[in-house]
């Protein structure tokens, strides 16, 4: 990895603790008014982790469902560079996306990444092409609604990696992990990597007709 991304990574990092070490408070408007400055990075060992597992495709197409100040969207376009893909990367404020693509700029990164505002599920909708990774990081109770609108949309050998899946009591990710597990030809495993990661792969037989 060239110093310039190393460079970019470790002013993230210094982020993360800080924001770690500080009073948890929650803005007014965070989710909806554009408020929110905390970052909610899914951290360093789940950055590498998202980079060997991208690494291990061959040009993949992937997606990012919760572009935030842009931390792992860092760690998917290396791997995207290395492998001869691209990111697509999904977000609903504007200020956080011109925050992340500033950052991708500082890293080189930035022709790897193509930034995109709106809903998530209407995008993914609109999106003409087929997947070959996603990361889905967002609000918990969009975890499902993404998933029936780009499980049509995965390239077989497909590999979906859902982040804050171990969240005693939260029923939205326990919904998220039965209806990801329920559909066709998908196996998982649940790792304690950071928050906990749901790592799900698309493979159906040779002679699946896709819907």
Not at 18 to 32: C, L, S, T
Not at 90 to 109: P, V, W
Request: some cysteine; glycine content about 10%.
């Amino acid at each position: 990895m060239d110093h310039q991304i190393q460079a970019v990574l470790e002013q993230y990092h210094q982020r993360i603790q800080q924001e770690r070490q500080a009073p948890r408070i929650e803005p007014k408007g965070g989710r909806d008014g554009g408020h929110d400055q905390r970052m909610r990075a899914v951290g360093p060992d789940t950055g590498q982790l998202l980079n060997l597992l991208v690494k291990s495709l061959k040009a993949p197409n992937i997606l990012e469902i919760g572009t935030s100040f842009g931390y792992s969207g860092i760690w998917l376009a290396e791997a995207a560079k290395a492998t001869g893909g691209r990111v697509t990367t999904l977000e609903m404020h504007q200020y956080k996306s011109d925050y992340a693509k500033q950052k991708a700029t500082e890293a080189g990164l930035a022709d790897y990444i193509d930034f995109q505002i709106g809903d998530a599920v209407e995008l993914i909708q609109q999106y003409e092409g087929k997947f070959d990774f996603i990361l889905l990081d967002l609000w918990k109770d969009m975890y499902v609604p993404c998933l029936d609108v780009f499980y049509p949309k995965l390239n077989p050998g497909a590999i979906v990696v859902a982040d804050n899946m171990i969240r005693p009591g939260n029923q939205e990710v326990k919904d998220y992990g039965l209806a990801v597990r329920a559909k066709a030809h998908m196996s998982g495993v649940l790792l304690p990597v950071g928050t906990g990661l749901e790592i799900s792969r698309y493979e159906p037989s040779p002679h699946y007709n896709a819907p």
